[in-house]
């Protein structure tokens, strides 16, 4: 039996945590979960939105499924931490997110989003079968910034050897373990010459080193051209954290949009699924989110762990509500709620 720590989260976290729970055990997993609050409810009842109590489940389990929190925009909000991290240092550290101070605490140093087209969901191309590899630990997401005077704003963008080594290291083993060949750098190295320049190198170099695969690159803004014009043309994407993630959302709109897209943080020792989408407060509450995303974040979650038959009896389950589109949620045509979306895929697993 494995143990999953489940964070609900934010927003519609709950909502589609608790689909993606329902799914999982519907389909005979082997699977328990031990659910911890982070985010606003953590706040409010532990006074901290990312309580001890998240990082001793994971320390456990190693492995987590977890949905969306909130994150103001703008102003100093900061996640604050103190315990020792992934490689034993202590001490009280702060970050832009919860999302972020999860993947920096963990360890989590790799972010893996695939996206393809599924069947009977309108969007304009039809044959998109694309994985994003993210660096999830560097780049302007370190939240250095500051005020240099009032009118004046400075962040700080780092980017390492050993960080861009070990991101494309991952890569590359996880396209040898699905099978795929081609890994396209997304780089900014023209004017960043120094970061971007020693990402894109330091890529280049463990390419060479593998001759198996096929490494190229684009400038990242041609890339995106590119992405909205072919993106059948694509296999797999390795970018720096700031432009994977917009790089990734990019993605998610041609197959579908948010409430398709899965998502997944790995660290050497453990992982963390999650969906692309966030907290989507204008529709949190009123089972209207489409469960797909987190739920298809939770057959990435079973394949990790081995369990492989569920896995793919849920996507067969999940694909054959697709296609008779009855019970899909609003954002893909339909009418139905979280609940019967949810309701109609377990029906499909008895
Ligand atoms: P968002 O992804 O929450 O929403 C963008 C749009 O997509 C909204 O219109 C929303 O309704 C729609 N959408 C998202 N998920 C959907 C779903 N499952 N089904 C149907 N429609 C869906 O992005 P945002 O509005 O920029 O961010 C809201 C909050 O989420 C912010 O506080 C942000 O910091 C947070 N966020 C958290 C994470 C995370 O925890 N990993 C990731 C992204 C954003």
Do not use: W
């Amino acid at each position: 039996m494995h143990r999953i720590t489940l964070i609900p989260g934010d927003g519609i976290g709950p909502e589609v945590t608790r689909a993606a729970r329902e799914v999982v055990l519907a389909a005979g997993a082997a699977v328990e979960f031990e659910e911890v609050i982070a985010g606003q409810r953590a706040e409010k009842e532990l006074g901290t939105p990312l309580p001890r109590s998240v990082f001793d489940s994971i320390d456990r389990t190693k492995i987590a499924l977890k949905g969306p929190t909130q994150t103001p925009f703008g102003g100093d909000y900061r996640v604050a931490i103190e315990r020792a991290d992934a490689t034993g240092r202590a001490g009280k550290r702060t970050y832009p997110s919860i999302a972020i101070a999860l993947r920096r605490e963990l360890g989590l140093f790799a972010s893996v989003r695939p996206v393809k087209t599924y069947p009977a969901i309108a969007s304009r191309f039809d044959k998109v079968d694309l994985v994003i590899f993210r660096e999830n630990s560097e780049d302007l997401y370190v939240g250095i910034e500051r005020m240099v005077d009032e009118g004046t704003a400075e962040a700080i963008k780092i980017i390492t050897k050993r960080g861009t080594e070990r991101v494309t290291r991952f890569a590359l083993d996880y396209m040898r373990r699905v099978g795929r060949r081609r890994l396209t750098i997304g780089h900014k190295a023209n004017v960043l010459k120094m970061t971007d320049g020693l990402f894109l190198k330091t890529a280049q170099d463990i390419g060479k080193s593998r001759p198996e695969f096929t490494v190229d690159q684009r400038v990242v803004d041609a890339l995106c051209m590119e992405l909205v014009m072919h993106p059948e043309a694509f296999d797999c994407l390795l970018l720096p954290n700031l432009y994977g993630d917009i790089v990734s959302d990019l993605a998610a709109g041609l197959v579908g949009g948010l409430g398709v897209a899965p998502g997944a943080n790995f660290g050497a020792d453990c992982a963390m699924f999650e969906a692309v989408h966030g907290t989507a407060p204008d529709i949190a509450g009123k089972d209207i989110a489409n469960p797909m995303a987190m739920i298809l974040s939770a057959v990435m979650l079973l394949r990790y762990i081995g369990e492989a038959p569920a896995a793919d009896r849920i996507e067969a389950a999940l694909t054959a509500v697709l296609r008779e589109g009855r019970a899909v949620t609003r954002d893909l045509g339909g009418e139905a709620g979280t609940r019967a979306m949810t309701a109609a895929i377990v029906e499909k697993l008895k």
